[in-house]
């Protein structure tokens, strides 16, 4: 299961996973974006989903939904998020609130619902995709970064919980990817000092899709079975520098 499916990171990792024999549940907002994606797998038995992962409320419903049609999960990843650019002074709670509830609050309620008893198989791996931004903090992005940030924390909490289940937990942390985020970066910061130095420090240079989606499979696959509550930079190098 793969929510934010339609693109980005999360399309990629839905193409790699098909390659690999998944049969993939592709969950996303864009109904169309997500049929985009599906035409794209390979094998069968792939499912779209479209829900919008703000409707915290409904997402119980949404899982049980996944496992009747779909059967006992073997891996969850949640990839949908939203960028957030706001100086403190204009953050109210409610946008505060939209940016948690996409990209934390579901997160937490989606790993929730799928570790119930039927729900998942065993070896069941769990992959948040967190950013640098949970360990960078920089202005104007407090609501982004603290959700980043939490989505770290609690996989550790998942990881020792469900240790006894044979259940993993792991968050990989982007550095700067040539994604729709890092266009919206590129158009507000220009050819700005911050912009230069992000890249400077980001010394391996821009990063794909593709390079997030490979560490993705490889903690959803047994080859990473050691591995739990851990954060793993794939950034080209930017938190070492």
Known sequence: MITGASSGMGAETAILCSQLGASVILVARREEKLIEVKEKLEGNGHIIFPFDLSKVDEIEGLVKSIITESGALDGFVHSAGISSTRPLKMLKPSHLSEVMNINFNSFVEITRCITKKNCFNDGLSIVGVSSISSTLGNQTKTAYCASKAAMDAVVRCFAK?????????????????????????????????????????????????????????????????????????????????
């Open 161 to 241: 919980e469900f240790a006894k289940d044979g259940v993993r937990a792991n968050t990989v942390c982007p550095g700067m990817i040539n994604t729709d985020i890092y266009e919206k970066f590129k158009d507000n910061a220009g050819d700005s000092y911050d912009a230069e130095v992000r890249m400077y420090r980001q010394y391996l240079g821009l990063g794909e899709p593709a390079d997030v989606a490979e560490v993705i499979a490889f903690l959803l696959s047994n080859a990473s079975r050691f591995i739990t509550g851990s954060n793993i930079g794939v950034d080209g190098g930017m938190l070492s520098s």
